[in-house]
């Protein structure tokens, strides 16, 4: 009876020994594959990865178009970077900024001499009050904002 028992067990190893060792054969090749590989990785252009790309072209495809500015949404911007520099103090006699008794006579000549003066310089008044870019419109407007409420 022992000797049936060890025969048994005998014969079952004799028989799973292949089938474990394929098996063990399959785990070992993957082991091995996955210690041999390569370090790194090449990501190839044809097939780009979205997130590794983007960040670099974003810049480039995301420059804001130029857009033309209205006189009433940049007149405060006119007049502080061009003619706030003379006109806020009333440097060499500038009119200061909403100043009546300096600006009622001055508004006695309309709108338009006032404009005509402003675009071509008057005295110590540079053209377009150096706003070289300003237009008409822009210049206008300047002018109506520095005038006393
Ligand atoms: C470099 C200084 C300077 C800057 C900058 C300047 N002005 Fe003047 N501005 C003057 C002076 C000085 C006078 C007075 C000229 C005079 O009456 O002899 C004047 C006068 C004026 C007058 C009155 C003109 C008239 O017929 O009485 C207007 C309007 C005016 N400026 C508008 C502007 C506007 C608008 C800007 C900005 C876009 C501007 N100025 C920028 C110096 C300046």
């Known amino acids: 009876m022992k000797k049936n028992i060890a025969s048994i067990g005998l014969i079952l190893i004799i028989i799973s020994t292949p089938l474990l060792a394929r098996s063990n ?3 070992n090749q ?9 370090i790194g990785q090449v990501h190839l252009l044809q097939n780009p990865q979205p997130a590794l790309i983007t960040p670099a072209l ?21 007049y502080t970077k061009y003619c706030s520099v ?7 006699n500038a009119p200061k900024f909403r ?31 150096t706003c070289s870019t300003c ?8 002018i109506e904002y520095m005038e006393p409420k």
């Open 25 to 27: 054969d399959v785990d």
């Open 30 to 38: 993957a082991i091995i594959e996955d210690r041999i590989k390569p």
């Open 58 to 78: 974003t810049p480039l495809s995301a420059k804001p178009a130029e857009t033309k500015t209205t006189a009433s949404t940049n007149v405060n911007e006119v």
């Open 86 to 92: 003379c006109h806020a103090t009333g440097i060499a």
């Open 99 to 129: 100043d009546p008794s300096l600006w009622k006579p001055r508004m006695t000549q309309g709108i338009n001499v006032l404009l005509e003066h402003v675009t071509n310089g008057f005295n110590a008044m540079p053209p377009k009050g």
């Open 135 to 142: 237009t008409p419109e822009e210049l206008k407007a300047a």
